[in-house]
């Protein structure tokens, strides 16, 4: 191939091994790569577009080449050859990337590669944070381990094909004289589609949490969040931070909740403060509190709803439930003086 996709933005040509590998470390890693067979002719063409948590690059090496970065560690590459073939590693899986097939590589893997001469494969660097932040969207929780995608990507069909049709647009718009993506509002919509893209066309560790299969809660993490809600009811939860906190996506402990307490975590949290209010109310004596403030303690702050709520609840308002208390010790005193 004489002319390589973004040959506008040319990073580098070298024939040297060393300074190859020192270049190419610089934009993705250090790592190690040689040649392989008798008498190679490395004549290697790198080009480079970098955007803002993605980097397009297309790499040709222009001999066989075994490559082996290790551990990514603070990004996600996808490696999706335009000619040619390859060999790629991760872990335990192999696959043989070609034009019709991606690999796609997490961040806690060692990756190793061997290409061949003809091959010349867009290699896209997606930046760890800003992945995980839009996976923390879709499945609107916390990400508490690594995403670990399945190697292989087909790109010939179904959503891989999808993903690698908007990656495409995005390098054949990159490659005219003016174009939309100079913009940095079309270069972070570009840069979301082909995230969320990924995200939901390569199968991976929380695929089932975008779909809705969420894995069972297991009750010590259904535990964890009731121990808080009893522990400090006052306290400003809501269903992020407690699905937070017991290391569950918000989704997983709302079902949770509703399959084994037949509410919602929202639900469940007012009725442990409706109840911690009539508590105090039965013990507070008039001349000190007000039913307001015993309200407002526990985040209770509209409070004619909470009236409504309590009344509904325990048959009297709130007030009712402040006085008692005052006309029994009434009653206690006169019967002591009696």
């Known amino acids: 191939m004489t002319v390589l996709p ?30 392989v067979g008798r008498n190679p002719r490395l004549n290697t063409k790198v080009n480079c577009r970098r955007l803002e ?26 490696l999706a050859p335009v000619i040619g073939r390859g060999m790629v590693q991760c872990g335990r899986e192999q696959i043989n990337s070609a034009p019709d097939t991606a690999g796609v590589v997490g961040t806690d893997d060692p990756l190793r590669m061997r290409l061949s001469d003809d091959c010349a494969q867009f290699v896209i660097r ?12 879709l499945i609107d929780g ?37 174009t939309m993506l100079s913009h940095p509002a079309a270069v972070e919509q570009f840069e979301r589609n082909l995230i969320t893209g990924l995200l939901l066309a390569q199968p991976h560790n929380y695929t089932a949490m975008i779909e ?23 306290a400003p939860h809501t269903p992020g ?15 949770a909740f509703r399959e084994q307490l037949g509410s919602s975590p929202s639900e469940y949290l007012r009725g442990v403060r409706l109840q911690r209010v009539r508590d105090e109310l039965s013990a507070a004596q008039v001349e000190v509190t007000t ?48």
């Not at 075994?66 to 560690?73: A, D, F, T």
């Open 53 to 78: 948590n993605v980097a397009i690059a297309v790499v040709a090496y222009g001999a066989d080449v075994r490559v082996e970065p290790g551990e990514l560690g603070s990004f996600y590459v996808v």
């Open 142 to 178: 916390s990400v508490s381990e690594p995403v670990r995608f399945r190697l292989g990507m087909d790109i010939t069909r179904g959503y891989g094909r999808s993903w690698y049709r908007e990656l495409a647009y995005g390098v054949s718009e990159l490659d005219q004289p003016d």
């Open 212 to 234: 809705g299969r969420d894995r069972p809660v297991p009750s010590r993490s259904l535990r964890a969040a009731l121990d808080l809600i009893h522990s400090h009811p006052e």
């Open 291 to 338: 039913v307001g403030e015993i309200a407002s303690k526990y985040g209770l702050m509209h409070h004619g709803r909470f009236a409504a709520a309590h009344r509904e609840r325990f048959g009297e308002s709130p007030n009712a439930t402040l006085h008692r208390r005052s006309g029994r010790l009434l009653e206690c005193e006169g019967a002591n003086r009696a």
């Open 241 to 255: 931070s407690l699905a937070h906190q017991a290391g569950v996506s918000v989704r997983a402990l709302q079902k």
């Open 6 to 35: 973004l040959d506008k933005y040319r990073l580098f040509h070298s024939r040297d091994v060393d300074e190859t590998r020192e270049r190419v470390g610089r934009l993705f890693c250090p790592h190690s790569m040689n040649t």
């Open 126 to 137: 997606i930046e760890r944070p800003a992945l995980e932040a839009r996976l923390a969207e």
